[in-house]
Nanobody
Framework: VQLQASGGGLVQAGGSLRLSCAAP????????MGWFRQGPGKEREFVGA????????YYADSVKGRFTISRDNAKNTVYLRMNSLKPEDTAVYYC???????????????????????WGQGTLVTVSS
């Protein structure tokens, strides 16, 4: 599965951006889709994830209430809406895909980068103060 992330850019603190992650030519309706980020000098960290049905989401505490993940399986696209951006949100943002298996717990797997087999190339978000 090839993933293409887009939508990054420069925004002032308090502003908003929407990132997109597309899987052209591929049906990813059975995949949990996650967003991760890596800031300057930091390790990659979990941002949020959405269940393959779109009915469940899970967020890191640092973005809860500000970021929203959604997906459109008909368009093979997942979105990360980021509001009230802060300078500490500056990072390269990556989308990733995890093929769900029967009986697994979404909340136990969604936040673990090792669970994701497919990764996009990343898109840079810079938040100025």
């Amino acid at each position: 599965v090839q993933l293409q992330a887009s939508g990054g850019g420069l925004v002032q603190a308090g502003g908003s951006l929407r990132l997109s992650c597309a899987a052209p030519g591929r049906t990813f309706s059975s995949y949990v889709m996650g967003w991760f980020r890596q800031g300057p000098g930091k390790e990659r960290e979990f941002v949020g994830a959405i269940h393959w049905t779109g009915g469940y989401t899970y967020y890191a505490d640092s973005v809860k209430g500000r970021f929203t993940i959604s997906r459109d399986n008909a368009k093979n696209t997942v979105y990360l809406r980021m509001n009230s951006l802060k300078p500490e949100d500056t990072a390269v943002y990556y989308c990733a895909a995890h093929l769900s298996s029967m009986g697994e717990s979404f909340y136990n797997t969604a936040g673990k980068p090792t669970q994701y087999a497919y990764w996009g190339q990343g898109t840079l978000v810079t938040v100025s103060s």
